[in-house]
């Protein structure tokens, strides 16, 4: 076997990996520190694939141009920051209630608004599930190292395409711009999932079809006639005003994503077993959180770490199980208070939730979270 690429790589320049080993085609962009790097790379990187790169006028223009690339069959991507990924949100509503698959990704930087544009933030969080309106189904990956950054990135196109739906990435400003050697995996080594496609002819198919939970997409092009809208629909795309349709439509979109909790939701868990304080978080903070419960574990402290990479759907189930079994939870973030709120609802008062709260630009250093842990030890 031949040695595995190895390559020092920056945490952009690693998603730009991830997304051509996932079998990206399409990108639409607008540049946004601090995720230019992506929309640079994939600007080579894409053409000499056979592949296609557009810089669209603002970040409106380019979820829309991406989820047209996607219906035509290219799996496609649009990176951004928080100020762009707000422009993004009607766009992507409408991905949502179409179920175009799609892939965004957003490094997060300090807000609101313009805000820190070079400073990281973990702000983004319940944007990520909650920032365009209505009932929608929500996945979003959170990665923590540059190697995670790729396989997290392919995770994030094989959930798209098999549960037609919008994924997002979503990492800071720290792991987008540090380096780390990385191993680049060899074709076949991750597992790369395709959408389902009709098996029936043109006639016969109907893009919503209530029949499937996640009905067959057909490309455009492809002698596939059929209609899309933003609007509530019928099996067949045409817009419809019966409320049990209506009903049954937002259901499925809804329940495709709830029914399958179990196998979307990714965790990293260390030294839990015996575990008195636990520390959750995500992304960049949670390396310095893995610092402080190692410390903490030289101290003779009880202390563990359950790192969700997978936020959204929010990971219910292991934090209601930890938190019957410690006495603290701690939640370190780079924001005012986000994922510390889903905590507590899990948490449901049977152990001491605390946050950790940071928004100067600078990050969670381990000392603030041994700190926390050693309050309750």
């Known amino acids: 076997m031949a040695e595995k690429r190895k390559k020092l790589l920056q945490g952009n320049e690693a998603c730009v990996e991830g997304a051509l080993y996932a079998g990206c085609m399409f990108y639409a962009g607008y540049p946004i520190t601090p995720s230019t790097e992506i929309a640079e790379g994939l600007s080579v990187r894409l053409p000499q694939r056979g592949g296609k790169f557009i810089q669209m006028e603002d970040e409106i223009a380019s979820i829309a141009a991406a989820i047209g690339g996607s219906m035509t069959g290219l799996k496609s991507l649009t990176a951004t920051s928080g100020p762009g990924f707000s422009l993004k949100q009607e766009g992507l509503g409408y991905a949502c209630i179409a179920e175009i698959p799609l892939v965004i990704v957003n490094v997060m930087r300090g807000g609101p608004s313009t805000g820190y544009p070079t400073g990281p933030s973990q702000s983004d ?66 597992p790369v999932v395709d959408r389902a496609k009709p098996t029936c002819p043109p006639e016969e198919y109907f893009p919503y079809d209530e029949k499937y939970e996640v ?116 939640v370190p973030e780079l924001n005012l208070g986000q994922m510390v709120l889903e905590v507590e609802r899990c948490a449901g008062g049977a152990c001491a939730v605390e946050g950790i709260h940071r ?18 030890a």
Not at 302 to 320: E, I, N, Q, Y
Not at 359 to 376: M, S, T
């Open 215 to 330: 009905p067959p997409l057909a490309p455009f092009g492809t002698g596939y006639r059929y209609h899309v809208t933003g609007l509530n629909h019928k099996k067949d795309g045409f817009p419809t005003n019966d409320s049990k349709q209506i009903r049954e439509n937002n259901m499925r979109i809804m329940n495709k994503i709830e029914n399958h909790k179990d196998e979307i939701w990714k965790n990293e868990e260390k030294f839990l077993d015996d575990a008195k304080i636990a520390v959750v978080t995500i992304g960049s903070t949670a390396r310095s959180a893995n610092f402080a419960v190692r410390v903490a574990r030289e101290q003779g402290i009880k202390a563990g770490l359950l790192r969700p990479l997978t936020v959204w759907p929010f990971p219910d189930k292991a934090v209601k199980e930890l938190s019957k079994r410690v006495r603290a939870i701690i």
């Open 125 to 190: 969080i319940m944007q990520a599930k909650w920032g365009t309106h209505g009932d929608h189904p929500a996945i979003a990956v959170t990665p923590a190292y540059v190697q995670e950054i790729l396989s997290e990135t392919v995770r994030a196109f094989n959930l798209s395409e098999k549960y037609r739906t919008p994924v997002i990435v979503l990492y800071d400003e720290i792991l987008g711009h540090m380096r780390e050697p990385i191993t680049i995996p060899d074709a076949g080594e991750l």
């Open 359 to 376: 928004v100067d630009g600078e990050p969670i250093n381990p000392a603030q979270i041994l700190e926390v842990i050693k309050k309750y």
